[in-house]
């Protein structure tokens, strides 16, 4: 899917969307999820979405997957509607649970998708090998979901998202359920499926350390209506190990992300997102004096 | 290691059956040891030992007549009849027929059973309109509705197999219902993800979540399925099955009361027989999705 004429054109564009949710012209209930929001993503960006809870950030992720349509506003994905896209099948899915079926071997699990979409048996068991070994699961093929650790399962799903080679992949807080150690590990492995797949990528998460170390741009979102309140260029070096989260500049995109979002907690009086802050201060000051 | 434990987690159910009954046994013959009639055992197991014991109460209920004991019953199964049978025989062979037309409607009513829950759960409207009749339908007592059905279709087993069927689609239909419903709402988010199909998204999520609930209106079908067999031969005098066995045993009560207690004994065997076939036939099914508490996650 990434050939001449997908780079040319971005893979997500949005363009004045705007989410009203209210149930069934209930005033007292109606809520703005998202107002204004433009933005576009070109083939092979990693763009995360950041933002204290009631921001919309996965409310917009499920807008770029059409499961759920905009109140008003376009989004075009690959150069079509979104829900030209989704039919086509264009993008993968993953949430912040794993979502395996019980009944099916993690192999069975992988293969879901490309059953639905009417590969043929032989295929389906090479893809679902080929992305078992992308995730280093091969060992576990054969295994059901309920007999791996939360990591593991959660790369299943990355493996089952990626296996009918999408465009786009879109990730709703991924990581968000695992401990720190598996999360900073999934990290590494998330930026070597990317580099190898050479997909884009939109990914969400309340994270700031996680969305400086894996993204090419942060787009920081703000409540109450929901919107896009700026977006960061991270400049790091494209190749990305655990050095990275030791770089001089590295500590400033992360100031200049947690100011982008305290701007916003000013205004909105949010704190949600205080655990990531206090945890990166003391990353920080460990960093600056060793 | 592993494999005997799970053997045995699956024997649970006619272990704990089995307990039950034993202790069920124990009751009954204790309340004859109580208020029965007088007891006179001669050569108990061939000890050559004679008991004899006169129950300091006398319960109405516990006479020799309308509770016999124990091994009168047990007795009662090697009679032999005027043409040599034995009352075993002739009650098994009576039962394999009731199973026969049982397991007939077991399977009609299951498939009819889950077709049904199938359309409802895709056309909202109709189960508004149709699942009120399928309720109603129950209400009525199968009694009354047997004879229309087996005189009615004048096609003696099929018939049978028929009521059968009319007792079994009730309880699937309404566990079907529930348990196509009962996928994860984020996996239905997926299966929109991909684009899938109805037939589709019922093949691969629908189904496959709902056989839990599946396997609890399959529990209630089954035994329900024989009830409904015994019931269907009673209007058309069907004399193969167990339905003739239990009249006879009715009329012949005040002379050889083991005979109807055999035939109860039987009937309920049956019963808890095909209940456990499904419970053992579920459990195979399911041993994916069960999680041993000491498995390592």
């Keep these: 899917m990434t050939n001449e004429t997908t780079q040319a054109r971005p893979v997500v564009d949005i363009a004045g969307v705007s989410k009203v949710f209210d149930a069934r012209g209930q005033r007292a209930t109606r809520v703005e999820a998202l107002v204004g929001i433009d933005l576009s993503i070109a083939a092979g960006e990693f763009v995360s979405l950041i933002g204290p809870s009631g921001c919309g950030k996965s409310t917009l992720l499920r807008l770029i997957g059409d499961l759920t349509p905009p109140t008003s506003g376009t989004i075009t994905v690959n150069g079509k509607p979104a829900e030209r896209a989704r039919r086509d099948r264009d993008y993968g899915m993953v949430f912040q649970a794993p979502v395996l079926f019980d009944w099916r071997t993690v192999q069975g699990n992988v293969e879901l998708p490309l059953e639905i979409s009417g590969t043929s048996k032989a295929q389906r068991a090479e893809r679902a090998k080929e992305h078992l070994r992308l995730v280093e699961l091969s060992d576990f093929a054969g295994h059901y979901p309920w007999q791996l650790s939360g990591g593991m399962q959660q790369r299943v799903a990355i493996a089952r998202a990626l296996a009918v080679d999408p465009a786009l992949l879109l990730m709703d807080e991924p990581f968000g359920a695992l401990d720190e150690m598996t999360r900073e590990r999934m990290n590494l492995e998330l930026l070597k499926i990317w580099e190898r797949t050479e997909t884009t990528i939109v990914f969400v998460t309340h994270s700031i350390a996680e969305a400086v170390f894996l993204s090419t741009r942060v787009v920081v979102m703000s409540p109450r209506p929901g919107r896009i309140s700026s977006i960061i260029d991270i400049d790091l070096p494209r190749e990305r190990n655990v050095e990275t989260r030791e770089l001089e500049q590295y500590f400033h995109l992360v100031t200049a992300v947690r100011e982008a979002l305290r701007g916003d907690e000013r205004s909105a009086g949010s704190t949600d997102g205080d655990d990531d802050d206090l945890a990166e201060r003391r990353v920080a000051a460990e960093g600056l004096s060793g | ?297």
Aim: aromatic share 10%.
């Design chain 2, 1 to 297: 290691m592993a494999r005997s434990a799970s053997v045995r987690r699956r024997l649970r159910p006619l272990v704990g059956f089995l307990t039950v009954l034993v202790v069920l046994l124990i009751a009954w013959e204790a309340i004859k040891f109580i208020g029965g009639d007088t007891w006179h055992i001669e050569n108990v197991l061939g000890t050559g030992v004679t008991i004899d014991h006169d129950p300091p109460l006398k319960f109405a209920f516990a006479t020799d007549v309308k509770l016999p004991h124990v091994w009168a019953i047990a007795g009662e199964f090697g009679a032999q009849d005027a043409v040599g049978d034995t009352t075993v025989t002739r009650l098994l062979r009576a039962a394999l027929f009731t199973l026969r037309n049982a397991a007939i409607g077991f399977a009609l009513g299951s498939t009819i059973g889950m077709l049904l829950a199938i359309l409802l759960v895709h056309v909202r409207i109709l189960e508004r309109a149709i699942l009120p009749l399928v309720v109603a339908s129950q209400t009525i007592p199968i009694i009354a509705i047997a004879p229309l059905i087996v005189i009615g279709l004048k096609a003696d087993w099929f018939g049978v197999a028929i009521v059968s069927t009319y007792l079994t689609f009730f309880p699937v239909t309404i566990a079907a219902l529930r348990g196509l419903r009962a996928f994860d709402p984020r996996a239905m988010e997926l299966m929109r993800s991909y684009a899938a199909s109805r037939w589709a998204i019922l093949r691969k999520l629908r189904l496959p979540a709902s056989r839990p609930y599946l396997f609890t209106g399959f529990r209630i079908a089954a035994p329900a399925a024989v009830v409904g067999s015994i019931v269907g031969e009673l209007p058309s005098l069907i004399q193969d099955g167990l339905a003739r066995q239990i009249i006879t045993g009715m009329q012949y009560y005040s002379l050889n009361a083991e005979y109807l207690w055999a035939t109860i004994a039987v009937s309920s065997l049956l019963g808890i027989g095909v209940y456990l076939l499904v419970a053992g036939v579920e459990n195979w099914v399911l041993r994916h999705e069960r999680r041993p508490e000491a498995a390592l996650a």
